[in-house]
């Protein structure tokens, strides 16, 4: 459940109110309620108790994702971006797509969620849609940040952003660090050129647990979704074959789920508690007194009445 500003509600509403895919988070029923111009809005979405990737990518996360796992998410990603750009009647711009915003459901599948900002691509015969610059920073595309202008490509650079997050375990904009190693594109550079060296930006926490072959496709994979040039970056639709190429390919292991202890037992135990008082109490919820009607659970977009 999440409350936001009024605008960005609306575009969430809108949005995955005319959606449905396996990669997309689901909305289950929404509420906007005027206290006097207060305006209490809400949203309920499908339950996703194994949290988003950022959280696994975290080094307060007891275990890390498996490397099979990773390429999965990559997967998923791609997949849920692909139906926005190209399999819509409409063509739809995340525009902030980044590891925080792809959330685990309860078979470890990845979704994108959180569409807010998400904006309707250019018009026929238009090449972009002329916006103010709003995202994260580490994420968004060099063209956009410079010139307002959107485009189905400035996704894919920010799924580049992701995938060498999940090569490499790091956040695309980290202080913490040392000056030379803040931001992540800078830092691998010296590192991706040179099949010696690769391995040294893999994300130690996997402790060798992963095909130098596989990895090293995969950066090969965001580099071309970080291409400067923006037409020169492939389709989500091309991308989702590359990784799904890689995937079929890998020497070793397969894409299965983290067993359930794996963020720790009494964490997911509580955390998938949570999930079910949750999920039983959502049928008859009530807000100041006034009954929300929700339709059970369907990915169907469900007006409510407060």
């Not at 490509?153 to 060498?164: F, H, N, Q, T």
């Not at 299965?256 to 919820?285: A, M, Q, V």
Request: glycine letters at 6%; proline letters at 6%; charged letters at 25%.
């Amino acid at each position: 459940m999440l409350a936001q500003g009024h605008k960005e509600w609306l575009t969430e509403v809108h949005v995955l109110g005319v959606v449905e895919h396996p990669n997309l988070v689901k909305l289950i029923g929404y509420c906007a309620e005027d206290e006097e111009r207060g305006m209490q809005r809400l949203l309920v979405y499908e339950f996703m108790p194994n949290r988003s990737v950022e959280n696994h990518l975290s080094a307060r996360c007891a275990k890390p994702l498996p490397w099979a796992m990773r390429l999965r998410i990559a997967l998923d990603a791609a997949r849920g971006l692909t139906y926005l750009h190209e399999e819509t009647d409409f063509q739809i711009i995340f525009r902030d797509m980044k590891t925080s915003n792809i959330l685990l459901d309860e078979h470890w599948n990845a979704k994108l969620s959180d569409f807010g900002l998400a904006r309707q691509g250019p018009a026929e015969g238009q090449s972009h849609v002329s916006t103010a610059v709003m995202g994260t920073i580490g994420y968004a595309a060099p063209e956009y940040m410079q010139t307002g202008r959107l485009t189905a490509k400035s996704d894919i650079w920010s799924y580049g952003v992701v995938l060498y997050e999940l090569i490499t375990g790091r956040r695309p904009m980290d202080r913490n660090r040392p000056k030379a190693e803040q931001k992540l594109l800078n830092w691998i550079k010296p590192y991706i050129s040179d099949i010696r060296k690769f391995h040294m930006i893999v994300d130690p926490r996997l402790e060798g647990n992963y095909t130098l072959k596989s990895a090293t496709k995969l950066a090969a994979v965001a580099n071309k979704c970080l291409i400067r040039h923006p037409k020169s970056r492939p389709r989500m639709s091309e991308v989702v074959e590359m990784v799904q190429s890689i995937i079929e390919n890998m020497e070793t292991g397969s894409p299965n789920p983290p067993p359930r202890s794996y963020l720790g037992e009494t964490t997911c135990e509580e955390s998938t508690k949570r999930g079910l008082d949750f999920k039983r109490g959502i049928r008859d919820l009530k807000v100041e007194g006034r009954r929300l009607v929700w339709q059970g659970w369907t990915p169907k977009l469900v007006r409510t009445h407060c």
